[in-house]
């Protein structure tokens, strides 16, 4: 089978698919920082003794995570407004689930890292006066960041990945982009295979730098 | 704000939501059997001393690892019939979608149980006089497979989550299917929660008889 | 027949820009125990991993039984080296069996089935051959009792023993032994040494790298004592490790301050 290739509309479209590209960057920044710090509060909400804090955590960590992204972005899209009584924008709408999906994930990588901290460190602590939060703080945290850098780094990758879904709701990101414009040029394999490529420049140095990391650790321990 | 729940307009049109459910564990399940085949195959490749059988299968993961699977659906479904001159059924484009893209995860699956057996097993397995592939059948992958099952666990659990985007390609599983009730019911709030609620079900109770299978297969071992 | 099994010529063995073996020469006779000893370092693993293949050459020539192995290529930089195709090597290594240091057992298999394990995927024995032939086996090392144990609840001896049957039970023309008491608790060593004791008294020609001297001098009907990646004394156990000549076989063998020969 033959196919010329166009070229000239990869050129065309490239300003349109970098400001969906800007979009797409914009999604991601919002949803994993606000995902990172609520995951943080989740976890810890997640480790504690008590059941009324404890249980909801739970709740809320299964949720999200057996349950598709897709169908997550389009609940908060379509059914969500309805309790809340009032219509979201499709980006508020699609930052809102990722942010809450990300904060499920992360708060479940806080939590391994917690309590992969011996009970002796709590001790520890307790023994010279600390208070749950200042060991938190000096102690606990310190010593599981470093470890917990992959998963995190790995999460940012599903989550710039995840972005994509938003075009489903019609926010303007690269994917959105680069739909409208295979339609509009009806070049859906020039313009879409680009689309991937740029996904691919825009991921993989996270996930090149998240795998030496990995080894990097794995070497020390 | 009082909202009047209506269950009823779902639970009238069950029957659309269970043939969603079909299509989706159809899916689920084709590309399964198909990612591991694939997923084998490209292992084997990467763990091979040829360069020109490596480099193919390194870049292949390293593609699906690092775009969204939403590129690839639309590319399977617009773009390549275009190379190849014929058309796919939802279906079809969906399956190759997700078994390629899991393929390269299950890839990492099966590289990363081989090379976890220790240097010892090839190194005794050969000195008996075995060649590559008996050793690999006889010692390396029965120990090996052990290994594989959590994360071969996970990494189904994902594919069955995407299977979702296949609801864009106007595939009916279960995600396209409430689609089509909420279109008919003007109900999203109840539709879009049972989807949530029975994707919960199905993905939490699978998992769940997984990590039982898992735990019987570690005591065994 | 000739009398020679094994004649290694220049042998090389570089790991990148290490270079472990440099120009080892070394003739091997039918019904030969030669013991292998040097500091750790020097590279006497390495050659005995070479003469089954679980390091490849990066130069020089085995040959076993007369016929010299591999076919000669031209390597990227020009050097020449060899090419082994994976049949030949898979046949070398029945014919040059292998203990290792760390036993190298199936751990989900049986003691049995560990040893009938080459005997029916590599000699096709016949299922039923191969469990009688693995049992003698393992009787003449003393587990006929542990057939259906799984290795991981045996002792570390027991272990290697299981090993040295597996290894036999290929019926090599010759046994390597690579350090094979090296990672056992020393009151386990004995069991051990007994059992590769007793092969040396059937005549097998076996090559042994070890640290146990006292064993050595015993065991070995020639002693090799290698340095820095080459054979830097060779004779019988009396001439090397009670009379040695050269200043660093002296040294070497002057830091084993018990030696009960």
Redesign the interface.
């Given at each position: 089978?033959e196919?010329t290739w166009d070229f000239k509309v990869i050129l065309d479209s490239f300003p349109l698919l970098l400001r969906g590209l800007v979009v797409t960057i914009e999604l991601w920044i919002l949803a994993f920082a606000i995902g990172l710090s609520l995951g943080f509060a989740v976890s810890l909400a997640r480790v504690s003794s008590r059941g009324w804090l404890n249980a909801p955590a739970i709740g809320y960590v299964?949720?999200f995570r057996?349950?598709?992204?897709?169908?997550?972005l389009?609940?908060f899209y379509?059914?969500f407004p309805?309790?809340?009584?009032a219509q979201l924008s499709p980006f508020t709408a699609a930052a809102l689930s990722l942010t809450l999906n990300t904060s499920a994930y992360c708060a479940e990588i806080f939590r391994g890292g917690i309590v992969s901290i011996a009970r002796g460190q709590w001790e520890g602590a307790k023994a010279i006066g600390m208070t749950r939060a200042m060991t938190m703080r000096r102690v606990i945290l310190p010593q599981v960041l470093k470890r917990m850098l992959p998963a995190f780094t790995n999460r940012g990758?599903e989550l710039?990945?995840?972005?994509?879904?938003a075009?489903?709701l019609a926010v303007n990101e690269l994917?959105y982009q680069?739909?409208l414009l295979?339609s509009t040029y009806y070049r859906?394999?020039e313009i879409?295979?680009v689309?991937?490529l740029v996904?691919?420049v825009l991921?993989?140095p996270g996930?090149y730098l998240s795998a030496r990391l990995e080894r990097r650790l794995a070497a020390r321990d | 704000m009082q909202y009047q729940w209506d269950f009823a307009a779902v639970w009238n049109h069950f029957d659309l939501l269970i043939v969603g459910l079909i299509g989706t564990v159809e899916l689920a399940l084709v590309s399964i059997v198909l990612g591991v085949i694939v997923g084998f195959l490209v292992a084997l490749m990467r763990l091979s001393h040829r360069r020109a059988l490596r480099t193919p299968a390194t870049a292949f993961v390293e593609f699906y690892r690092n775009t969204p699977p939403i590129v690839h659906f639309f590319w399977f479904f617009y773009a390549l019939p275009i190379v190849i001159g014929l058309s796919f059924e939802p279906f079809t484009a969906a399956v190759l979608a997700l078994s390629t893209q899991s393929g390269a995860f299950y890839a990492e699956v099966f590289r990363g149980g081989i090379v976890s057996i220790e240097r010892g097993q090839w190194e005794g397995a050969k000195a008996l006089g075995m060649n590559y592939r008996t050793v690999l059948r006889r010692v390396i992958l029965p120990q090996a497979l052990r290994r594989m099952v959590a994360p071969f666990v996970d990494r189904s659990f994902e594919l069955t989550k995407t299977t979702a985007l296949a609801s864009s390609l106007a595939y009916a599983e279960l995600l396209y299917q409430a689609m089509q009730v909420n279109s008919i019911t003007y109900r999203p709030m109840e539709v879009y929660t049972t989807i949530a609620i029975m994707y919960f079900i199905v993905l939490f109770a699978a998992s769940n008889l997984m990590r039982l299978v898992e735990y019987r297969l570690a005591r065994v071992g | 027949m000739s009398d020679t099994v094994i004649r290694i010529r220049n042998l090389h063995k570089r790991f990148g820009d290490l270079h472990v073996v440099k120009g080892v020469d070394l003739e091997v006779k039918r019904g030969e125990r030669i013991a292998i000893i040097g500091a750790s370092g020097s590279g006497k693993s390495t050659i005995l991993r070479c003469l089954n293949f679980m390091e490849m050459p990066s130069d020089g020539t085995i040959e076993l039984d007369g016929k010299v192995l591999g076919t000669e290529a031209r390597a990227n930089d020009g050097a020449a080296a060899r090419t082994y195709s994976e049949s030949e090597l898979c046949e070398v290594r029945t014919r040059v069996g292998m203990v290792f240091q760390q036993f190298n057992l199936f751990p989900h298999m049986t003691v049995l089935e560990n040893v009938m394990e080459g005997l029916i995927t590599v000699k096709r024995t016949p299922k039923e051959a191969a469990r009688s032939r693995a049992t003698e086996q393992l009787a003449k090392v003393g587990l006929q009792d542990k057939l259906h144990a799984y290795p991981g609840k045996l002792s570390g001896g027991q272990q290697q023993r299981v090993a040295i049957a597996r290894a036999l039970a290929m019926d090599p023309e010759v046994l390597l032994f690579d350090e094979p008491t090296s990672s056992l608790d020393p009151e386990l060593v004995g069991e051990v040494l007994r059992v590769i004791h007793a092969l040396a008294e059937e005549g097998r020609t076996m090559l042994l790298v070890t640290h146990e001297l006292g064993f050595a001098y015993h065991f070995a009907d020639r002693v090799v004592f290698i340095a820095d990646g080459i054979v830097y004394e060779t004779g019988t156990a009396d001439d090397v490790l009670k009379h040695p000549q050269k200043e660093r076989t002296q040294a070497f063998l002057a830091r084993f301050t018990e030696r009960a020969f």
């Open positions: 089978m196919y299964e949720i057996n349950t598709p992204v897709l169908v997550q389009i609940w379509y059914a309805i309790v809340l009584g990758i710039a990945k995840v972005t994509s879904l075009s489903l994917m680069g739909r295979s859906p394999l879409l295979t689309v991937a996904y691919f991921i993989y996930s | - | -």
